[in-house]
């Protein structure tokens, strides 16, 4: 089955533009997830919104709240909500090139795949990467996407384009007020150079394959015998 667009739209780098199409580049199909059944009948269990003094709640008497402080909220309506809601304009505006060690690694977040939506758009899409590709520079660019500005890094990978999801400044936390409390020690140079040595000797290519979540293989396993009518056995350690 072929992958639907997360976004389409139009990629634009000054007087040269196409439309193209962002296409998440991971997914959560490995996850193990769990629904939440009655123990007699394997009903799945509803979850009704519930006052904690009135009971059961309406869902037309459910409205949003930001809580400023402990227990106090600003409520906005839908239309409020709607008036700030920024215009989605399917437009990836190019508006500045970086090198890619300019980014800290903190900031890039989802990983996406960028490609010419339609075979029309494949000359003015390649002109672009190539662009890219020749001068090794990251583009950087915004976009709307689920009502929210996300700004973007465009980096050419084989024949199309990887865009990552940049984190905003203030998601990103100073590591000083972290790494601040850490004692400046000096070890000996004798310790860090046995660290050296098994270092060197666990150094090898990476190979994704072998990190798998051993935890989810584990869970698959036990479902699987589960539904064989087989007895649960524990997992070595």
Known sequence: MAARPTWQGYLRLSLVSCPVALYTATQRTSDVSFNMLHRQ????????????????????????????????????????????????????????????????????????????????????????????????????????????????????????????????????RDADDVFSHIPALKPSAAMVEIAEKIIGQQEGPFDPSQFNDRYEDALRALIAEKQKGHGVKTVEA
Not at 78 to 96: F, K, Q, S, Y
Not at 111 to 136: N, W
């Open 41 to 172: 009948t394997l009903n799945r269990i509803r979850m009704i919104p519930t006052d904690p003094e009135t009971g059961p709640v309406d869902p037309a008497d459910i409205v949003k709240g930001y809580e400023v402080e402990k227990g106090q909220y600003v409520v906005v309506t839908e239309d409020e909500i709607d008036n700030v809601r920024l215009d989605t304009t399917r437009t990836l505006d190019i508006e500045r090139f970086v090198d890619a060690d300019d980014i800290d690694r903190l900031y890039w977040n989802d990983p996406y795949f960028l490609a010419p939506d339609g075979d029309m758009a494949a000359e003015a899409f390649t002109v672009i990467r190539q662009a890219m590709e020749k001068t090794g520079k990251i583009a950087l660019g915004r976009l709307v996407m689920h009502q929210r500005e996300r700004l973007m890094a465009l980096e050419p990978r084989d024949r199309g384009i990887v865009a990552w999801s940049l984190r905003s400044n203030n998601e990103v």
